[in-house]
């Protein structure tokens, strides 16, 4: 029996076919070691893109984020890796290194390992994996006009107080603590029922004289006997008032552009003069005696009672002072500017009063930031190397008082009266509740002319409880993530920092 088996086992020596089974067998060890170690190694790299792709995400975020110091910015960083890389991802991945350079750039690194399977075969048991992102600062030249409600409502419930600090703040912040700055103006159009260009800017009025002022410089006054347009100047009618600066808006063709002013009365703008009303009637704002009898339209456009007229105050609806600056806000805009103390001391100086007309609001806003006159400190829509912004906040929806102030039906505000003069008047023959429609619809084409010249707008509804108006201002927004939907007093600093930190741009360098 162990001859038989000893001469098997010679045969199976000698035999080739025995040969090549024990060499597979043999080489079948590193084929499946290599096999594994890439295997291994695949799933090292899988993690290493995503650590990569959280550092990213992780340095992106802490470079765009303004008023933070460098132990702050570090922490955030923290938190922007973790939510991309969550703890129970493969591998152990360590704390995050963030490193400042100056002003210039910030370093993000992160290293961890990753446990093997096969590759423990060698006693390797596991793989350092690491990665690293550079952010370097791209400043972002950025064109911003705040468009800010400063109606009666404005008063209430610390409002005011929380609207010019967290403004403030996210002017403090973009400045990034410097006086001045070449990559950033900003502008502030403070609104009510119209909007205060500012005395300085005569130039841009109709001054035209009867017939040949714009429809409406005349469509609130009879001029039987051919005067000169109403005006607080040129020559003045009233002793003890001049013009305040407000204007009405233009009609026609130009009512909702920011087509700059030229040759034609309709292309300029009418000075704003609310007229003296009724003295018999549920009126707001009458300051001066009829001199005249008859209907109450009559009373109102009856023009010689202006002739060396005193205005004796009083207050008219919503406590506001009578007089033709009726409604008009008294804080004028503030041009886009590089010098941050005066955009600072233009919202510290605001102050709440009047009724809401938010197109007359936006309207400004947009001519502000627009490259033609009136206003000339916007760069092209064009220009690269600029970025323009608007952020629109009203606390209300529109509101000029529907239904009340007599025949006129709504207050005296940049569009005019509700129900006036047909045809010729920007609300038409409506009545206020109307008018407030009108101005919705008005506020809605402004923003899409806004928007159609690439210009990013952002818009809060501040305490907002008119589920309209928050529809009209989430639809204005650029996004949807653009709007924001009535913050608390305390929450508004966050909105404001929250937009600031959209307007920073970065790239990452590698």
Known sequence: MFGASEGKLRSFACDAKGNVALLFAFSLIPLLLGVGVAVDYGRALIVRERMADAADAAGLAIGSWPGLTEA??????????????????????????VNFVGDEAIIVTVSGVVPTTFMQLANIGTVDVGASTTINKKERNIELVLVLDTTGSMASSGKMAAMQSAAKKMVQDLFQNKSTSDTLKIGVV?????????????????KATYPNMSAIAKEDFNYANGESALKFY????????????????????????????????????????????????????????????????????????????????????????????????????????NIQGQVVSAIEELQPKGYTVIPAGLLWGWRAISPTVPFTEGAAYNDEKWVKAIVLLTDGQNEVNGGSNGHNESVYNAFGYAACCGSSG??????????????NSKTATVCSAIKAKGILLYTIGFQLSNSTTQNLLKNCATKPDMYYNSPSNEQLAGVFQDIAQGLSELRIAQ
């Open 72 to 97: 702050e910015l570090t922490t955030k960083a923290q938190q922007f890796f973790d939510a991309n890389y969550p703890p129970d991802a493969i591998g152990t991945v360590g704390k995050l290194n």
């Open 426 to 439: 920007h609300l038409g023959s409506a009545n206020g509740s109307q008018a407030e429609s009108t101005l």
């Open 234 to 337: 040129d020559p003045p009618k009233i002793t003890n008032r001049t013009w305040p600066g407000c204007v009405r808006e233009r009609g026609g063709s130009f009512e909702l552009t920011d087509d700059p002013p030229g040759s034609s009365a309709a292309s300029n703008w009418a000075p704003y003069f609310a007229p003296d009303e009724p003295d018999t009637g549920n009126y707001c704002n009458n300051y001066a005696d009829d001199k005249t009898t008859g209907s109450g339209d009559k009373r109102q456009r009856y023009t010689p009672k202006y002739n060396n007229l005193t205005v004796q105050g009083g207050t008219a609806c919503a406590s506001m002072p009578k007089g033709p600056d009726f409604n008009c806000p008294p804080r004028a805009i503030t041009p886009m500017t």
């Open 190 to 206: 403070p609104f009510s029922g119209a909007v205060n260009i500012g005395t300085d800017n005569s130039g841009w009025l109709d």
